[in-house]
Nanobody, 122 residues
């Protein structure tokens, strides 16, 4: 069974920083494509940043130059460093994976974590 567990969400003042972490279990992490999405109240879920197995990254225009996605294939973790946070960054942040489970039967599938709340407010 594939499980993604996010952590690091918090209440932070505008201009502050947070680092989100996602631990992945039951997935062949090194070949998985990972990403962070967010969903604000009343809005659709949107992509924030993605990192492919070969370390290619992509960012939403709204977070470029402020957020950095990275991965550690030894720890099966993906991170999102968020700097210069703004009130409009307030949302539930979800970890996303595309990959193969470590157990049979294996098929390329998508998986989601439960989310972690980030609130940016003074």
């Amino acid at each position: 069974q594939v499980t993604l567990v996010e952590s690091g969400g918090d209440l932070v003042q505008p201009g502050g920083s947070l680092r989100l972490s996602c631990a992945a279990y039951g997935i062949i992490f090194s070949i998985s494509n990972m990403g962070w999405y967010r969903q604000a109240p009343g809005k659709q879920r949107e992509v924030v940043a993605t990192i492919k197995s070969e370390d290619t990254t992509n960012y939403a225009d709204s977070v470029k130059d402020r957020f950095t996605i990275s991965r550690d294939n030894n720890l099966n973790r993906v991170y999102l460093q968020m700097n210069n946070l703004k009130p409009e960054d307030t949302a539930v942040y979800y970890c996303h994976a595309e990959g193969l489970a470590t157990t049979l039967p294996r098929s390329w599938a998508e998986y989601w974590g439960q989310g972690t709340q980030v609130t940016v407010s003074s």
